[in-house]
């Protein structure tokens, strides 16, 4: 059982940056694909970035150039540094793990989900 924290989320204007974290609770991120996802309310879960157990890192077209997904497996923490924000990015923002074959922006294979930290950026 993994469990995963969100903090960092809040308010910003556009063009601005925050930074989100994610703490999970196992002594390892070993063997584990960990990712952010995010949703506007009434919409489906769309996948923003994931990094993989040997650092690859896939990021959406969406946000490519303005977020990044990084991990400090000392602190067991998970980040997605967003900079260049837009009001299209805000939403719920939630980490996500799963240890299953492979890594990607698709939800369904993702077991672990933290409860979320908004994300509103106003323009």
């Known amino acids: 059982q993994v469990q995963l924290e969100e903090s960092g989320g809040g308010s910003a204007q556009a063009g601005g940056s925050l930074r989100l974290s994610c703490v999970w609770s196992?002594?390892?991120?070993?063997?584990?694909?960990m990712g952010w996802f995010r949703q506007v309310q009434g919409k489906g879960r769309e996948g923003v970035a994931v990094?993989?157990?040997?650092?690859?890192?896939t990021v959406a077209d969406s946000v490519k150039g303005r977020f990044a997904i990084s991990k400090d497996t000392a602190k067991n923490t998970l980040y997605l540094k967003m900079n260049s924000l837009k009001s299209e990015d805000t939403a719920m923002y939630y980490c996500?793990?799963?240890?299953?074959?492979?890594?990607?922006?698709?939800?369904?294979?993702?077991?672990?989900w933290g409860q979320g930290t908004q994300v509103t950026v106003s323009s």
């Open positions: 996500a793990a799963h240890s299953h074959w492979g890594c990607d922006l698709g939800e369904a294979a993702y077991d672990y």
């Open positions: 196992t002594y390892t991120s070993s063997g584990y694909c």
């Open positions: 990094v993989d157990h040997d650092d690859t890192t």
